[in-house]
């Protein structure tokens, strides 16, 4: 059969589909007209006010509890998912470590999904977005799941407590310390940071920014500007070269996460510039153990993954048996770690960054 | 030409073979989800399915303009990006105080330019649109970066957020499922019983006789390209709403997961066969397999693997299953049938 | 006749046909177009900030550059057949990630049987992505999509949530990461002695000008006798092999691997071997115009940072430079192809 024959006495409007496109633009555009400025809503509010927290209350054992990191095959969420998992099983609860492997929002929203359907009792959540999530959390929480999110927040509203390894204020404020301390108190300080996205950050930068501005400590340091390496090893390392090709007399570089600091430090270790260009941020010990020993960084700092872990767990165990419900105030015992008090917005402080020198530094393995 | 001749000389194979290709989705569909209903627990709730249906929607409304682009015998590997880049643009315009019922015809409307601009390449010029696209691919995901660079806009109204994500009434059905199911009786209406349908099968399968048959292939094409923009757009305008949040990043490396689906849809690569019916199957399946899985606590890696496997067999699976056919043909007449083609 | 005269070309006798001495200068012409470009680029980098031309950024882009341009080299000769590797990137991180923990396992390995571990588990990929698109006919985009996902997924598999870091690894590896002869580091030796064989293999040898064939017209070469299935399978191999090997350079220059090494890297490569004149759909192009197009990606890259432009504008710029090389190939094509025609009724 020709299909070519068949065809010739057909009218074809190529174009045809395209108006399946201008019908979709029409359905869209209805009257009225909703801006930013006029928006109404209000926010759905926190509806745990009924209840009622027993301080003397015991941790309820059989709860199931999961960790949601912002993607699996990350160390640091590693590090945290094992101290977790052995404080879930001194409570004698199940525990299950489950997530992405790409650090979206969206994809983590199936996670939250699948998690809450499994019935869940709490969720532990460190967010790739403080807002898109907010909807899954919402329904899950309905279904009486408790979500405490850690490493990084969510909208206050979404979830009933947020661990924080370190506000954001005493990371800021530590970092550009570690600096000045580093160059003297005056010089050119670049940030090589994670992902342009990333809501921590964003959060520290902005205070070493506001720190440089109006501290009159340093008053003499110039914040020569911001590089993203995309938490990628040789991203981070590229813009290192970057950052010290774009400013030929920058005297530190803080980089505030982990994967940025150990690519700048290895560029930094091989290059002319070793020793002369101070470098300090975040980073784990085990990384950062060669280049402190070979000279290329003095001081750095970070909170223990593990702790945070350790402590999301006993909060969300907290929650779920009615010990605390979240509210500013409470009080609760988190095993070995101490007590702790709810702090504004139900935030949960881990306590200040560690510092790591020559001198301590082989006395942690993380 | 030896391989259009070659194509047109196997369309009576191929046609049987993507039909049954196509029988056979729908049914390993229909057979896989009543055993993951039955057998993996929390799958069968109501809520599981208003979730499922959420999860697909993106990939449902993308994979229908690509069935028609694919069997024209192209590709259109920028779709995400046009999500991500609509997106962007979404949250610049909602910065700006432009009304959200201006905001998402006009996504529509951008997504289609975008559309056109691949369109354009792949028709004005006769590029490959393999290239065109995968170029399109980087260069809308940069400018979607460039346009909202580090930041999020979240303060949408939650009364459209809710809509995408709420059902209808007391119902478990999702109010997305309503324009879903009209745009892919649309497009199922324009393959398979408009006279462009019947130019589109042509134009793929043997573009030289389409061009004789006064089929304007080039026209065709570019239109078709235009579509999966503004679809594209209006994706974008659904994924900002559903998760209340415009970024750059939106919809990172959806494109693959589409491009999966529609040839598990059974859709040949070649261009020339395919039905849209087998389509939804493929995203259903693609997409319920990974939900059951998820379910099933098998690991994200796990995932990955399961998808990429999934490309690789829709296509290599009617290979085989021709060849053995062929072989068993032959074997029964043991008469004089034409080589096969590479 | 196309594929007549784009092995005379190869074979560097442009002395018979005036479609050779043409195609010549065009490509000659598209050369000397991307080096302008890439002087240029220098040029303007080095007026607003003087040290991107010192010794140590110098070094630091040839040795960014010597990955991709291995990549480059070996995607390259897959594009040649008419096909595509999307894979490349994955397979580079499961070898990286796999050198790695060999050496972190076992410090006494030497780097040269490093590298064999290196190209053996890439040349084992390409051995994979061949077999589907050869034996089971799957179109390379499809079969090499396919097989992003799922290499990809076995270095999750296999590297889990762990990081092999520097200090894991032994000096000695650490340091021909960024040892240098003569000033010049060992990586970038290795890549352009690798892209030379390629050059001879390509421009000398039977099988290697049995590629160009095979791109240019895959019905004619198989009615010439060639044998298509082992050439396609040996450019797989070779392109798999060699993102093997850029695995075990990966793990010496950056000396922390875990499962995310090369994520998202195909795009660079196929921008790389795109923007460096090699035809998308295979016949024609040469390793030395992608590794042009490999050094003017890594300047790029590492140009924006010292001319302090907006580091998202990299992606958007990528882009724009694949559609943007293509469509001035076709436009070149259809020239050439008119004046060709030009002469032929002039001398006929």
Redesign the interface.
């Known amino acids: 059969m020709s299909i070519g024959r068949s065809l010739q006495r057909i009218p074809v409007h190529p174009a045809a589909p395209a108006a399946i496109g201008l019908a979709l633009a029409l359905a869209l555009s209805a009257c009225g007209g909703t801006t930013q400025d006029s928006q109404d809503d209000t926010d759905s509010g926190s509806d745990d006010s009924d209840a009622v927290a027993d301080p003397d209350a015991d941790y309820e054992s059989g709860l199931s509890l999961a960790m949601l990191p912002k993607s699996?095959?990350?160390?640091y969420?590693?590090t945290s998912s094992e101290a977790a998992a052995e404080v879930v099983d001194e409570l004698g609860g199940d525990y299950e470590y489950t997530g992405p492997?790409d650090a979206t929002a969206s994809s983590q929203v199936s996670y939250i999904n699948t998690v809450s359907q499994q019935g869940t009792d709490v969720i532990l959540l460190s967010a790739n977005d403080p807002n898109a999530l907010c909807s899954s959390l919402e329904q899950a929480r309905a279904a009486g799941t408790v979500v405490v999110t850690f490493d990084s927040d969510v909208d206050a509203d979404c979830r009933d407590a947020f661990v924080s390894q370190v506000d954001d204020d005493a990371v800021g404020e530590t970092l550009i310390e570690m600096a000045a301390e580093q160059i003297g108190g005056s010089g050119t300080v670049a940030i090589l940071s994670a992902t342009?996205n990333a809501t921590n950050q964003n959060a520290w930068i902005d205070v070493i920014e506001e720190q440089i501005e109006t501290n009159p400590d340093y008053a003499d340091i110039e914040l020569a500007?911001v590089?993203?390496g995309d938490d990628?090893?040789?991203k981070s390392?590229?813009?290192t070269?970057?950052?010290l090709?774009?400013n030929?007399d920058l005297d530190a570089i803080i980089s505030p996460t982990t994967v940025g600091i150990?690519?700048a430090a290895?560029y930094l270790s091989?290059?002319?510039q070793q020793g002369e260009v101070a470098l300090t941020g975040l980073g784990t010990p085990?990384?950062m153990?060669?280049y402190v020993e070979d000279g290329t960084v003095t001081e750095f700092a970070l909170w223990d993954p593990g702790e945070l872990g350790e402590l999301a767990v006993y909060t969300g165990a907290a929650i779920a048996s009615n010990i605390i419900t979240g509210a500013e105030g409470e009080t609760f015992t988190a095993g070995d770690l101490g007590e702790y008090t709810v702090g504004e917005d139900g935030v949960v402080t881990l306590g200040p960054p560690a510092r790591f020198n020559a001198e301590n530094i082989d006395d942690y393995d993380f | 030409m030896?391989?259009e001749a070659g194509r047109q000389g196997r369309d009576g194979l191929h046609l049987s073979r993507f039909a049954t290709w196509d029988v056979a989705i729908i049914v390993v569909t229909v057979v896989f989800l009543i055993f993951a209903v039955t057998s993996v627990q929390h799958f069968g709730t109501s809520q599981n399915a208003t979730f499922l249906v959420l999860e697909l929607a993106p990939i449902l409304l993308l994979a229908l303009p690509m069935t028609l682009i694919i069997v024209t015998g192209e590709?259109d590997l920028s779709v995400a990006s046009t999500v991500g880049l609509t997106s962007s643009a979404m949250g610049v315009m909602w910065n700006s105080g432009v009304p959200l019922e201006t905001i998402m015809p006009l996504c529509v409307v951008i997504g289609a330019v975008l559309g056109a601009v691949n369109g354009f390449?792949v028709t004005a010029?006769?590029?490959?649109s393999?290239?065109?696209t995968?170029?399109?691919?980087?260069?809308?995901?940069?400018?979607a970066?460039?346009l909202l660079?580090d930041t999020a806009v979240a303060d949408f109204p939650r009364s459209h957020s809710s809509w995408t994500i709420g059902t209808i009434g007391e119902t478990p059905i999702p109010n997305v499922l309503v324009p879903m199911i009209v745009l892919a009786g649309l497009f199922a209406a324009v393959l398979h019983a408009m006279p462009v349908g019947r130019a589109i099968f042509a134009s793929g399968s043997n573009r030289v006789a389409a061009a004789f048959a006064g089929i304007p292939v080039a026209k065709l094409k570019f239109w078709l390209y235009v579509t999966s923009g503004a679809v594209a757009g209006l994706v974008g305008v659904f994924w900002t709403l559903r998760f209340s949040s415009a970024r750059?990043d939106n919809a990172h490396g959806l494109e693959?997961t589409v491009?999966?689906a529609v040839?598990l849809g059974g859709v040949s690569?070649?261009g020339g066969k395919g039905t849209l019916p087998g389509v939804l199957a493929g995203v259903v399946l693609l997409s319920s397999l990974q939900n059951a899985l998820r379910l099933a606590n098998v690991s994200?890696?796990?995932l990955?693997?399961v998808?990429?496997?999934?490309?690789?067999i829709s296509?290599?699976a009617p290979?085989?299953l021709g060849r053995v056919r062929g072989v068993l043909r032959r074997r029964l007449r043991r008469t004089h049938v034409p080589a096969p083609n590479? | 006749m196309t594929v007549l005269a784009r092995e005379r070309d190869s074979e560097g006798g442009a002395t018979s046909s005036t479609g050779s001495t043409l195609l010549d200068t065009v490509l000659r012409f598209r050369a000397l177009g991307l080096l302008v470009v890439l002087a240029a680029l220098v040029a303007v980098t080095a007026a607003v900030?003087p040290?991107?031309l010192?010794g140590?950024?110098i070094r630091?882009i040839l040795l960014?550059a010597s990955i991709t341009l291995l990549l480059a080299t070996g995607m390259t000769v897959v594009v040649l057949t008419r096909g595509?590797d999307l894979s490349v990137g994955s397979v580079l991180g499961l070898s990286a990630f796999c050198t790695a923990w060999l050496l972190s396992e076992n410090p006494g390995v030497s780097i040269p049987v490093a590298m064999l571990v290196g190209l053996g588990i890439g040349a084992v990929c390409g051995l994979f992505n061949g077999s589907?698109v050869h034996f089971?006919?799957?179109?390379p985009?499809?079969?090499t999509?396919?097989?992003?996902?799922?290499f990809?997924?076995?270095v999750?598999?296999v590297?889990?949530?762990?990081?092999i870091?520097?200090?894991d690894m032994p000096a000695g590896f650490l340091d021909f990461g960024?040892a240098r002869v003569l000033g010049v580091p060992y990586l970038i030796l290795i890549s352009l002695v690798v892209l030379a064989l390629v050059a001879v293999f390509l421009s000398r040898y039977r099988a290697g000008r049995d590629m160009y064939a095979l791109g240019s017209s895959?019905?004619a070469a198989?009615l010439a006798g060639i044998p298509?299935g082992r050439r396609k399978l040996t450019a797989y191999v070779l392109c798999g092999a060699l993102a093997g090997l850029g695995g075990v350079l990966?793990a010496a220059r950056?000396?922390?691997?875990?499962?995310?090494?090369g994520?998202a890297m195909e795009?660079d490569i196929?921008?790389a071997v795109?923007v460096g004149g090699v035809a998308?759909?295979g016949g024609s192009g040469s390793v030395l115009g992608a590794a042009l197009g490999a050094f003017l990606l890594t300047v790029i890259?590492?140009a924006?940072?010292?001319?302090?432009i907006?580091?998202?504008?990299?992606?958007?710029?990528?882009?724009?430079?694949?559609?943007g090389a293509?469509?001035v190939d076709?436009?070149v094509a259809l020239r050439v192809a008119e004046s060709l025609r030009k002469k032929g009724s002039h001398v006929g």
């Open positions: 699996v095959n990350n160390p969420f590693e492997s342009a500007g590089a993203y990628e090893d040789e390392f590229q813009e070269q970057g950052l090709q774009a030929p150990a690519a290895r091989s290059s002319d085990n990384q153990r060669e | 030896s391989v590709i390449f010029l006769g590029l490959p393999l290239a065109v995968i170029g399109t691919l980087a260069l809308y995901r940069g400018l970066f460039v660079g750059a693959l491009v999966a040839l690569i070649f994200s890696e796990a990955t693997v998808t990429g496997s999934l490309l690789i296509v290599l290979n085989i590479p | 900030n040290r991107f010192s140590s950024s630091d960014a595509i589907v089971g006919r799957v179109p985009l499809v079969a999509l396919g097989t992003l996902y799922v990809r997924g076995v999750y598999f590297a889990g949530g762990s990081r870091n520097a200090s960024s895959p019905e198989e298509a990966y950056y000396g922390t691997v875990d499962a995310s090494a994520y795009l196929v921008a795109v998308i759909f890259s590492n924006l940072p010292v001319l302090n907006d580091q998202f504008w990299q992606r958007a710029i990528v882009g724009a430079l694949i559609v293509i469509a076709r436009l």
